[in-house]
């Protein structure tokens, strides 16, 4: 489809000489309105509700030493990741703001001494917070800087409250402390204070110059440990936690189609992930005290998770820099907390370390000179064809943390606009004339090209367990089952995943059904969409009548499986009974 999105005039082809007049010619802002209406019109009701992208908007922001260039502790490998999700459908803007001002190349485009506000913040879908402050030590000049305002927490936390997601991570000790020691939820699920707990009684991070450091470095290839075999192509392999009880998954952020990802980055000293001591306590800003983990729908707190677990090789030292050889052990690595089973809370995401994400650790350390095959460190994972493989899998940890913070709004906005594509495919008109919603709609799900592979969990998430909230008791997708799920125990989990995935199928069949049913007026359409008589391609608005749809196909779905289900019991029962 032509991308309409770009205004006119379109830029010169290649080979026009200069002074060309521009092609196509240049159209006032009225006669363009008018042909991007007539668009509109011409495409119908066909694509309209496709036609408008649902837009994801991230906001990263940075401290002290951490930059958006390319040198050893920059985030522009990261950003590259995340600007590279955007499509067309699913276009994914990525914003950069420092809170000091390091200076233009440092800052690459980001806005410079940024500072929290609600304002600001409400523009965006989801905020990544990598800060390395360092409290405990006194910098240079002997400045200690001050953690955020209180007017900044109160802004982050109505951020959050309001479903907006946050990933934060710091590294050893407190390095991040002023930053992310200071947001709900945030605070307490990653450790940031050192050497004494934290003001409202957070542990103590970890030591990053002892034997008790978390180093998680793996041996270099010449078989010696070393700082910086950071900057080389073996990873650390990590542990994925499962959830989910009788059907069960890894958590999201380490899904991919080939399983789990098992690796990340090594280093020689991380910080800590964790679950709080006690869920049921008030956090205080200023003169603020509030529940920091909201109830869930079982009426207890919703608590974190651990998604994975780090190892530590006994042994590992970088003598260079006097650290002295570790014991071995374990910690957890990657922390989340899902809002959104508490209501319309944001989801937020902690990590151990940033070095799991800045340059060093991802593409070589440039201090030992520029990138050579003959130095395999100045090339990080793009040394070889293995590292390269691992790499790709810690890119996709990073799209999932995107992707899994991404506000429920967002969610349902993709799933509906191509749900109404899907609902115009021939083989689907057949498979929905035949009444055959499972067959509709497992060839809808792998037509589905921007799920992820865990994005059927996530659609029995959005959609199946919020019309029947008992079957949390069995597929619950990112917890334990609870409760009378015991008497379930016989279920075996080959026969639940199988329920898991006919419900999907129905569920997603039962949609399309209902939205082939629709006819909508591209008239009412433009009426939701417009702002001032100019259309806004950039919001994410919610077209009710498809909304409406979804659900009373994703209702017809479950029971239509729940009638196949009796039909098939009784039929079973019945050739039992001739058996015998």
Known sequence: MTDFVTPFPAPLPPGFPPGFPPFPPPVPPEEWLDLRRRHLDLIGKIRLPYYFGCRLKILVVADSFLYFNDENFGLSELVATLRG???????VTVDLAHRRNPGAARLAGAAPNYTF??????????????????PSRTPPGGVVPPPITDTERRALRRFMDEGGGVFATGDHEDLGATVGGYIPRVRNMRQWFFPAVGPQ?????????????????????????SFNDQSDDIPQAITPHYFGGLVQTVHPVLCTPSGPIRVLPDHAHEGRCVIPANLAGNYTIGADSFREYPDGPDGSPVAPVIAATATMIAGAAAPEFGKPPVPGGSFGVIGAWDGNRAGAFGRVVVDATWHHFINVNLIGDRDLGPPAAANPKTLGFLHTAAGQAHYERIK???????????????????????????????VLQESLRGDELAVAGRIAFHRLRWLGPCDRLSILDDLVLELKPDLRRLIDPWAPVKGD?????????RDAQQLADDLVAHVLGGAVLEISRLDLDPADLLAQAGKKGKVNL???????????????????????????????????????????
């Open 201 to 225: 009684g957070e542990p103590v991070a970890p030591h990053g110059g002892n034997a008790t450091r978390h180093d998680t470095n793996r041996a270099g290839h010449d078989g010696m440990f």
């Open 538 to 580: 950039e919001e994410n608005f919610e077209v009710k009548a498809l909304s409406k749809a979804v659900e009373a196909g994703a209702r017809a779905g479950v029971q239509d499986l729940a009638a196949r289900i009796k039909a098939q019991a009784a039929a079973l029962k019945g050739v039992s009974a001739l058996l015998e």
């Open 117 to 134: 506000t609600y304002d600001h913040l409400k523009q965006y879908h989801q905020v990544w917070l990598f800060a390395a402050d360092y």
């Open 485 to 493: 799920g015991r008497r379930l125990a016989g279920l075996q989990t």
């Open 85 to 91: 999700m955007s499509t067309f459908m699913y276009p």
């Open 396 to 426: 996709t940890y990073f799209r999932n943390i995107a992707n899994w913070m991404t506000p429920r709004s967002v969610r349902r906005c993709r799933l509906h606009r191509h749900l109404w594509w899907l609902a115009r495919d021939g």
